[in-house]
């Protein structure tokens, strides 16, 4: 039976289904359980977007591990990334000595990761990795940023659904789709 919002009226587009995104999300998780067996593992993830990816991604790992939250506003709502970064909230555990994986649910010009891998990086964790859902690779700006893990590479269109908003909204469709124009155009 489908879910009471898929296909949703405001979508154009399923670029995700939430199938392939139930596989992948396993997928990494089984590699991550791999790479970090025996290591003291601190998942790290950017609130809200990315809740729904660190909670599937939590359990498709299958070694001990510890979550935390930061909160930062990387774009006014809508869609520009204005390249000002603010955290709202700090991680409430220490990193030092740590094995970090900070989960993003979406690296687009890069500025954000950047910016975040050089605050964790200064508490001296004993290794820093990114672990992403989506990939904008074609928009990067910051050309250096390691990723390490990468869910699916997608073209330059503006996404929302499985955490992602626009204006707040959306981030609670199961899937990652796209908007229809004249949703986007209004104000
Ligand atoms: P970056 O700093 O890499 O340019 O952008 C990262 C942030 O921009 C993401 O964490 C997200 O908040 C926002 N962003 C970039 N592309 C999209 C998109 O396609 N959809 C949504 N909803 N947000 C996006």
Redesign the pocket.
């Known amino acids: 039976m489908a879910a009471a919002h898929e296909p949703h009226p405001h979508i154009k587009e399923v670029l995700i289904s939430r199938e392939q995104l139930d596989v992948r999300i396993r997928e990494l998780g089984a590699q991550i359980s791999e790479d970090y067996r025996g290591k003291d593992l601190l998942l790290v993830s ?1 609130l809200k ?1 990315a809740i729904y990816f660190m909670a599937d991604l939590s359990r498709a790992i299958t070694i001990p591990l510890s979550l935390d939250f930061m909160a930062i506003s ?2 006014a709502g809508g869609k520009q ?1 204005t ?1 000002v ?1 603010r955290l709202l909230k700090d991680l409430d555990e220490h990193i030092t000595g740590r094995h970090v994986l900070l989960a ?10 950047s910016y975040l891998l050089r605050i964790l990086r200064a508490r001296g964790p004993e290794s820093l990795r990114i672990c992403t859902l ?1 990939d ?1 690779t074609v ?1 990067r700006i910051v050309d250096d940023l390691p990723i390490d893990y990468r869910g699916f590479i997608i073209p330059d ?4 659904g499985y955490g ?3 204006r707040q909204i959306y981030r609670n469709l199961p899937f990652i789709g796209v908007l229809k124009d004249e949703v986007m155009e209004a104000t």
């Open positions: 950017v977007g990387s774009y990334n390249g970064v993003e649910d979406i690296i687009d010009t890069g500025l954000t990761a989506l904008k928009r269109v503006f996404v929302v992602l908003d626009f």
